[in-house]
């Protein structure tokens, strides 16, 4: 069974609460993507990404573990968190305004999973959900 993110208000998931948990692994779906976590407390999850327009993950290694997961959507968009989805500068880059507009709008989401060591993911996609293993 899929749930909305519990969220604080500038951002950062409070609910699962995955810091320190372990980012397993990622799966492309189609437009979607599945980012399979192992809570510190050893509990298996999946964000699941839906209509996914760009996804860039770096440093992806064998025990990779998460400091936090924000979601911004809405008027808390910066042009640096679209920038880091497209992987470049945000300097001189004027479409990025466009889809800056798109995600204050509600439109689009960027999710964005820093690490504490590891693997550094950043999405722009229309909504994320909980999955939580039996």
Do not use: W
């Not at 298996?44 to 996804?55: E, I, K, N, S, Y």
């Not at 998460?66 to 679209?82: M, P, Q």
């Amino acid at each position: 069974m899929r749930h909305k993110l519990q969220t604080s208000a500038d951002g950062d998931v409070i609910e699962p609460d995955v810091h320190d948990a372990k980012l397993i692994g990622i799966l492309l779906r189609g437009k979607d993507a599945v980012i399979e976590l192992e809570t510190a407390d050893r509990k298996t999850l999946r964000l699941v990404l839906f209509g996914v327009q760009r996804l860039v993950a770096d440093n992806f290694r064998e025990g990779n573990i998460l400091l936090d997961v924000a979601v911004v959507t809405g008027s808390k968009v910066s042009i640096r968190d679209v920038a880091a989805a497209y992987g470049v500068k945000p300097e001189n880059q004027k479409f990025l305004t466009e889809v800056v507009d798109l995600v204050a709008s509600g439109a689009l989401t960027v999710v964005t999973l820093n690490p504490s060591y590891g693997c550094s993911l950043t999405s722009l996609c229309e909504r994320v959900e909980v999955e939580y293993s039996d």
